[in-house]
């Protein structure tokens, strides 16, 4: 996993935690980390003359990033191209929140961490990526996505200019985010116990749930797979808590949509409007973060535009309501169950599942 497991090291009851391998490089909420990325061979030589061939004029504003299993060699490939391009700039690794505060024009994401200093801003510049392609790559690509990509895979020893439609994965993802308005049931996936913030996250999510009129609930399924999810054929999408490379989940083979919590934001909150700029890490909606929105105040009813749906074509309301008083806190009551009471939350969907004959996919045995 590319995730921090908090969860099994509180088992061991462990105070520190050692991780090997790839790493998405969240933070986590309790533990120290201490990162072991491995050192995959690189050739460096062979990278720089790559980088040549992709930006021939030496003024290039270029950033070069890297995964995590290529760190090691980003000094000496620093070493053979700053002399020849003056504008190059190269990312270095950030394991959990950065210890300094952030400058001006500094990029601090992902775990990667650079200086702009084009007066254009980032948009002046071009993306080196040193690695093969992937789930980084692409969340790289999407967040990122007025920068001209590159990448070098050093499997291959190939240089290319990235030719992923970015639009077209866009298109997709916007398509996904029309499907979330015209949603009525919600299943939140939490895909994460260690990333820190998923809580406030959690909470925030149902408060938009509950403010747009969609009823929510909370699944805590472990890794998503078609099988899972086919248990819950009321919920109309499914939106997903995890870290920023895990939450792009591709949902074609899924009975329902999985969505992002920034599409989810962009469908419920008549604040958030698309920018062109796509946010992958859910710790960026947050309160206190750069991008964090406040809920719009309530519009009446008589008030409120209508909206029509582009994939149904019927009318939908867009509109934020003051829930009543009576939906806020979750309700218990004593449910009697094979003759011994227990202490547990009644709901519609809960109790349809349960009067089921048979729950999940067919087995094709």
């Known amino acids: 996993s590319c995730?921090?497991?908090?969860?099994?090291?509180?088992?061991?009851a462990a105070e520190a935690v050692l991780h090997y391998g790839p790493a998405c490089l969240s933070p986590c909420r309790k533990l120290p980390v201490l990162h072991i990325f491995g050192?995959?061979?690189?050739?460096?030589g062979r990278c720089a003359e790559a980088f040549r061939e992709l930006y021939p004029e030496r003024q290039s504003?270029?950033?070069?990033?890297?995964?995590?299993v290529y760190a090691h060699a980003m000094g000496e490939l620093e070493q053979q191209l700053c002399p020849e391009y003056p504008n190059v700039i190269f990312?270095?690794?950030?394991?959990?929140?950065?210890?300094?505060?952030?400058?001006?024009?500094?990029?601090?994401?992902?775990?990667r961490r650079f200086l702009v200093e084009a007066p254009g801003g980032l948009e002046d510049y071009a993306m080196f990526y040193v690695g093969a392609e992937g789930l980084t790559l692409t969340n790289f690509m999407l967040t990122w996505n007025r920068c001209p990509f590159s990448s070098f895979n050093p499997a291959t020893s190939c240089g290319r200019r990235e030719t992923l439609n970015v639009n077209r994965a866009l298109m997709r993802r916007l398509y996904l985010v029309e499907r979330a308005r015209d949603a009525r049931v919600v299943g939140i996936l939490v895909g994460t116990l260690g990333v820190a913030g998923y809580l406030t996250l959690l909470q925030?999510?149902?408060?938009?749930?509950?403010?747009?009129?969609?009823?929510?609930?909370?699944?805590?399924?472990?890794?998503?797979?078609?099988a899972k999810l086919a248990n819950f054929p009321?919920?109309?999408?499914?939106v997903l808590v995890a870290c920023a490379q895990n939450s792009l989940l591709d949902s074609s083979d899924f009975y329902r949509p999985i969505v992002t919590p920034y599409e989810l934001e962009l469908a419920c909150n008549p604040a958030r409007e698309w920018t062109g700029n796509y946010l992958t890490d859910f710790r960026d909606l947050l309160p206190g973060a750069c991008a964090h929105m406040e809920l719009p105040p309530v519009v009446p009813a008589a008030e409120?535009?209508?909206?029509i749906s582009l994939i149904t074509g019927e009318m939908r309301s867009t509109h934020?309501?003051?829930?009543?008083?009576?939906?806020l806190p979750p309700s218990t009551a004593l449910a009697c169950r094979d003759q011994t009471w227990a202490l547990a939350e009644i709901s519609p969907a809960g109790s349809f599942l349960e009067s089921r004959s048979w729950q999940g996919l067919e087995q094709q045995l």
Do not use: M, W
Request: proline share 12%.
């Open 61 to 68: 504003r270029v950033v070069v990033l890297s995964d995590v």
């Open 3 to 12: 995730c921090v497991d908090e969860v099994a090291a509180e088992h061991a």
């Open 39 to 44: 050192q995959q061979p690189l050739d460096v």
């Open 204 to 226: 925030h999510l149902r408060e938009l749930l509950l403010r747009a009129g969609k009823r929510s609930y909370t699944l805590a399924v472990g890794k998503p797979n078609p």
């Open 320 to 327: 934020l309501y003051d829930p009543p008083a009576s939906q």
């Open 304 to 307: 409120a535009i209508p909206d």
């Open 91 to 111: 990312s270095r690794l950030v394991c959990g929140d950065p210890p300094d505060p952030v400058l001006p024009g500094e990029e601090c994401k992902f775990g």
């Open 234 to 238: 009321e919920v109309d999408v499914f």
